[in-house]
């Protein structure tokens, strides 16, 4: 038995060193691994289903908002990049190029796509004639390139797959509100399929996506306390219309410039739910996402009828929609234990000859370790419920633990003392650029997102009339 701990052992102390943690995570739990290229991953089938079942749960309520799925292409002419100013400079530094190809130099340097509000324009130029065409909606499921120093699997890295939406419309005013509704389903589908709960709201001009007239993000607490930016929806204003000729006639014959947004999430989502739920022995993967839900133990499975009974336990779930497995494997039971724990599977149940002769099955929950028995007869309700109520638990927990890290501060040294202790920390600020930076170059902690319908009366930087109240942390 003193090799059941071995799992254990192979994870760095989530608390005396987060980051070796995560990486001891990632990698042993099977979700990724290193790509030779430096700065990029390889997702590995335990972590893309992951992916898939985001996929899932995005793809439903895109569709029940009418935006279609589409494919664009991973080249875009260098060309496209340059006819929206601020873009171009924004993207410039992170810019994979295309020189070569087919054993020649090619007339036009091509770009691999670090985002497609370029290429896309360009075909909605040509899409969008009428008012009758608009408003439209697209998305791309797909893999962008955005060239890194440093980076890390699923947070930072040169390529990584998302997806992005693009949509069009006749006025400022609907483009403003698609642009607020999608970061509304964004929340609603982090915070109820991925148990995490996110602060959302404006960025400011110094966060903003390159070429966007507003960016809405919303903002995850990491269990050390930093942020990460869960995803972000731009309203883009007519900057990329008016680049890429996107105009219609309108209703009343006059010829119009539209406006656009776009927005997105990526497989950053996978890293903010390891940092967000992860704990001493490793995944803990909330059941809306999980790729396997349940695992099935046998105990004294040699005894006869035990396998039997898990087998069919196991079928009836499966027949029930319930992603289960079950671990036939010669290691001990406490090996298995162990094992699918650091694999974050939501609900174990264990299942042994005096259980089946009780018409039993015990169920141990991953997120509170709590073991409980429930009759075999009612065996899919019991299951099903019981990952009911672990999703709603680990939000809650997840929230309660991000509450108790919120705090204020009205100077400069209220900040730093903050950050440092792995706090989000809400702070006035007189909106100019200078006491931004200030805050960035002395804490290392950014503006995250406006703390929408919070007052303070100074700003925390130059003690001048604070107009924002900001929140500020560290952030991934
Ligand atoms: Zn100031």
Redo the contacts with the bound molecule.
């Keep these: 038995m003193a090799k059941d701990n071995q799992f254990v052992e192979q994870i760095a102390d989530i608390n005396a060193d987060f980051p070796q943690w995560y990486t001891d995570v990632v990698r042993k739990t099977k979700l990724v691994d290193y790509g030779p290229v430096k700065g990029t991953m390889i997702i590995r089938p335990y972590g893309y289903s992951i992916w898939e079942n985001i996929q899932n749960e995005l793809n439903a309520r895109f569709k029940k908002r009418g935006v279609e799925n589409a494919y664009f292409p991973l080249l875009i002419p260098m060309s496209y990049f340059t006819k929206e100013a601020e873009h171009v400079e924004g993207f410039a530094p992170e810019v994979a190029v295309v020189t070569h190809a087919g054993g020649e130099e090619l007339s036009e340097p091509l770009a691999i796509r670090p985002t497609s509000e370029t290429i896309i324009g360009t075909m909605c130029s040509k899409w969008v004639q009428s008012y009758r065409d608009l408003p439209l909606k697209v998305n791309q499921w797909c893999n962008v390139m955005r060239w890194e120093k440093t980076t890390r699997p699923f947070l930072r890295t040169s390529e990584f797959l998302w997806q992005e939406g693009h949509t069009v419309h006749a006025t400022a005013e609907e483009a403003e509100a698609e642009t607020q509704a999608m970061l509304g389903i964004y929340k609603e589908f982090v915070e109820n399929c991925l148990a995490i709960p996110v602060l959302t709201g404006r960025k400011t001009g110094k966060e903003r996506f390159a070429g966007a007239e507003a960016t809405y993000t919303m903002e995850a607490m990491m269990r050390d306390g930093k942020s990460l930016q869960a995803g972000t929806s731009h309203y883009l204003g007519q900057n990329f219309a008016k680049a890429f000729d996107i105009q219609f006639s309108d209703s009343d014959g006059a010829l119009k410039t539209a406006y656009t947004t776009s927005w997105g999430v990526s497989t950053r989502l996978i890293g903010a739910v390891i940092m967000t739920h992860g704990d001493e022995r490793g995944l803990k993967i909330p059941p809306v996402v999980a790729p396997i839900q349940c695992v099935i133990v046998p105990i004294a499975a040699r005894k006869g009828g035990v396998i039997e009974a898990c087998e069919s336990l196991k079928a009836e779930l499966e027949s029930a929609g319930v992603r289960v497995v079950l671990d036939s494997s010669d290691n001990s039971p406490g090996w298995k234990f162990n094992e699918w724990e650091m694999k974050g599977v939501p609900v174990r149940i264990e299942l042994g000859p005096r259980d089946i002769e009780a018409g039993k099955m015990l169920c141990a929950r991953r997120d509170t370790f709590e073991k409980a028995e429930y009759p075999l007869e009612n065996a899919v309700e019991s299951v099903k419920a019981l990952l009911a109520q672990v999703q709603k638990d680990m939000l809650e927990d997840a929230r309660k633990r991000r509450e108790e890290r919120i705090v204020y501060a009205d100077d400069m040294a209220g900040i730093l003392s903050a950050v440092e202790a792995g706090n989000f920390v809400k702070a006035g600020?007189?909106g100019?650029r200078a006491?931004e930076d200030k805050v960035k170059e002395e804490t290392a902690a950014t503006a995250r997102v406006f703390a929408e319908g919070e007052h303070k009366e100074k700003?925390a930087?130059?003690g001048?009339e604070a107009k924002h109240v900001i929140v500020f942390a560290r952030a991934y």
């Design positions: 600020w007189c100019c006491c700003c930087v130059c001048k």
